[in-house]
């Protein structure tokens, strides 16, 4: 998305550092000298026409993400935007107080595999996590790998694993700079060394082991300058041999007639059975399975729409465990014969009920099964007939997440967190389903000063939402609290409570910390996921806006008071609800955010997003839907919020040519007095990896801006428990 820029185009007005007081003027007050921006060049040429109708596309010289002019064009952007920052007194106190509120250890649940436990640890505040294994749940524990040791700077980061059937090794991915792009690598688990198989351009990619090799998803090696921004086709499933070079790989399975189709591959516990997904957008898969023990054998078709999801759990006496949302928008669980496919032949074990069903485990020859009821998760217990047992008891209201078990074990492990309870693992007996502390965090945080609670709210069409408050105890509700309103609402993915360090530093100045959970996300099932999408997908938008309405009328804020943050998909929603609704909003913070709903199916893997947005190009009823909400579209000159829009140069998901031409549209919109910047990180990603160091001066200048335009100050660390 850069250009050829051969010089700053930085220039300070000289009242720059007047705009930049610790708390900013009321909104009738007289106005400061307006900031300047860097120059953005415009190409009056570049349209396109969509039906008749003719866009133009001034920035469109910002989606060469890699060329010199827009490289000059972001470290000016940058320059303006941190010279802003540094001028905000909050900034240092708040990157000094999330460091000291990072800084505890923190641990995943226990996972056994074979002969191991296996499990992460963050000592506090180190860029990554770091792996380590034990072989029992008393014995010294050992490191396995160090993702801190991979670069320098923290930017190379671990991802995904699989571990051998014999437990003699690990495959694991690398990725740099937070892209989506990683190699694998093998690491001898007895000796902790690594092998010297390498294998690369992988992406959207399990490993499951098969034998000594490995089943892998990748694309083919893209073209030079190509790397970040060119569209992601033709995904291959391969077999990997240890000790073989990657250009020897099986090829396993492929589609060369149709480009946009990703495949993703799984062998089941016993390496009996190979399953094979494939999808063409983020929601719905085609569903294989090939049975490995029959010298070549072929794959049996158990599904070959794309309108149903299914996930495997195991293999079960020659057939497959499943979870699935056919003829069950909210999940159900059914056993399939491989050998009869047809689904008149599949038997239903566990039907679906009124929550929605999230994952199912195998332990001690039982069933648990994890529900999600109004955003809480419940536990329960089913034997492999489908008969109900009953529920397991959980510490309080909250989200259970990492559950680990071995199938025929007595023992499993699972987190346990909410907004004001950090993560705590706790250990399962499964004779007499009695749980038990097994690591707890000890950090600066006195949780029972605050409280949480839900609410409900009515949308503009009537439909009831849930949203999470947060906040100390005590508060006044006087319409004056800053408060942080955070949503999604898309591709069926649910935001649940979860606790971090980053909340906490604006809860303890006084702030009110609200999320929302909108439709499009799959709160409900996959019906309230519908709802959310393509010609549907003004309703999210209502649901955020209704939320800030809330909020507003219940005193809790007031619109000079409220900020509004996503991330993503996230960031269509605030660069949306900003533009419909900028009155309602002081900050607004579009993180790594979709923004130009015409173009975004052109870049790497936005094309798999169509399933949730539609596409410009699809139809014309499309194409006015899309241009009536896309961000980049409606941006007009008028008084906009205080804006810090977050990308990273390196985002190979929702490329940063979206956050680039936003700004540089909403720098020449704005007619009130209110900061438009952008933070473009320097080898940053989408999120995924980013090592600790970069994630709390991220935080910093975030909190930094927010505090400064709802006029908070640093008030110090909670109070102490009563």
Request: glycine share 8%; charged share 25%; net charge negative.
């Amino acid at each position: 998305m850069p250009l050829n820029m051969k010089k700053s185009l930085l220039l300070l007005a000289p009242g720059f550092l007047l705009a930049c007081q610790t708390n900013p003027p009321a909104k009738e007050a007289e106005a400061p000298t307006p900031m300047q921006y860097p120059e953005t060049r415009q190409d009056s040429s570049v349209a396109d026409t969509y039906f008749g109708t003719e866009v133009a596309d001034p920035f469109r010289w910002l989606e060469d993400d890699r060329s010199e002019e827009t490289m000059a064009w972001g470290d000016a952007q940058n320059e303006v935007t941190y010279a802003y920052l540094e001028n905000i007194s909050q900034r240092e106190p708040i990157r000094e107080r999330l460091t000291e509120l990072w800084n505890y250890e923190k641990y995943s649940a226990p996972n056994k595999r074979g002969n191991y436990y296996f499990f992460y640890k963050n000592d506090g505040i180190q860029n990554h996590s770091v792996l380590y294994l034990q072989e029992n749940l008393d014995s010294e524990a050992r490191v396995l790998i160090d993702p801190n040791t991979f670069s320098e700077d923290g930017t190379t980061s671990m991802g995904g694993t699989g571990i051998s059937g014999d437990s003699k090794y690990m495959a694991y991915s690398q990725s740099s700079a937070g892209s989506d792009w990683q190699e694998i690598h093998v690491r001898n688990i007895e000796t902790g060394e690594d092998l010297p198989d390498v294998i690369r351009w992988v992406k959207f990619s399990g490993i499951s082991w098969k034998g000594d090799g490995f089943y892998y998803s990748r694309y083919p090696e893209p073209e030079t300058g190509d790397e970040y921004s060119g569209k992601n086709e033709f995904h291959q499933l391969y077999y990997h041999q240890l000790g073989t070079e990657q250009a020897d790989d099986e090829l396993v399975y492929n589609d060369p007639e149709n480009a946009q189709r990703n495949f993703y591959a799984r062998t089941t516990e016993d390496e009996r059975f190979l399953t094979l997904f494939s999808s063409i957008s983020t929601s719905g898969n085609t569903f294989y399975v090939k049975d490995l023990s029959k010298e070549n054998s072929d794959f049996v078709v158990l599904d070959e729409t794309y309108d149903h999801e299914y996930s495997v759990i195991d293999h079960l006496d020659g057939k497959l465990l499943v979870m699935t949302n056919e003829s069950a928008p909210k999940n159900r669980v059914i056993l399939i014969d491989p050998q009869h496919p047809a689904k008149e032949n599949w038997q239903e074990l566990v039907p679906q009920t009124e929550n929605k069903l999230e994952s199912v485990s195998l332990a001690n020859g039982e069933m648990v099964v994890r529900y999600l009821v109004d955003v809480q998760s419940e536990l329960h217990r089913f034997d492999l007939e489908g008969n109900h047992l009953g529920q397991i008891e959980l510490p309080g209201p909250g989200i259970v997440g990492g559950f680990s078990s071995e199938k025929d074990e007595s023992t499993a492990f699972f987190s346990f967190t909410n907004y004001i309870t950090p993560t705590t693992i706790y250990q399962l007996n499964l004779e007499d389903y009695q749980s038990t502390v097994f690591r707890q965090p000890e950090l600066d945080f006195q949780s029972d000063a605050y409280e949480t609670k839900q609410v409900f709210y009515t949308s503009k069409d009537g439909t009831k939402i849930p949203m999470t408050i947060t906040h100390k105890k005590g508060l006044q509700m006087d319409g004056k609290n800053p408060t942080f309103l955070y949503g999604y609402g898309g591709f069926n993915i649910s935001i649940k409570p979860s606790f971090s360090p980053r909340q906490v530093v604006f809860l303890e100045n006084g702030g009110v910390y609200a999320v929302a959970n909108l439709r499009g996300g799959g709160e409900y099932g996959e019906d309230w996921h519908m709802v959310g999408t393509k010609m549907n997908k003004q309703n999210v938008f209502d649901d955020c806006i209704a939320a800030a309405e809330y909020l507003i009328q219940e005193k809790y804020t007031s619109s000079e008071k409220l900020a509004v943050h996503g991330r993503s998909n996230g960031g269509l929603l605030v660069g949306a609800v900003m533009t419909q609704r900028p009155d309602l909003f002081q900050v607004a913070l579009p993180q790594v955010g979709v923004l130009d709903m015409l173009r975004y199916h052109k870049f790497t893997i936005g094309w798999a997003w169509a399933g949730d947005y539609g596409t410009s190009e699809e139809s014309q009823e499309q194409f006015n839907y899309l241009m009536g909400y896309s961000p980049l579209h409606n941006l007009e000159a008028k008084e906009y919020p205080a804006t810090l829009v977050i990308t990273g140069d390196h985002d190979d998901r929702v490329v940063p040519a979206h956050s680039f031409k936003f700004i540089a549209t909403l720098q020449e919109a704005q007619k009130g007095n209110e900061p438009t910047l952008i933070r473009i990180e320097k080898s940053g990603g989408h999120g995924a990896g980013k090592p600790v160091s970069m994630t709390i001066a991220e935080l910093a200048d975030m909190w930094a801006f927010t505090f400064h335009h709802l006029g908070m100050e640093m008030a110090g660390k909670a109070p102490e428990k009563s």
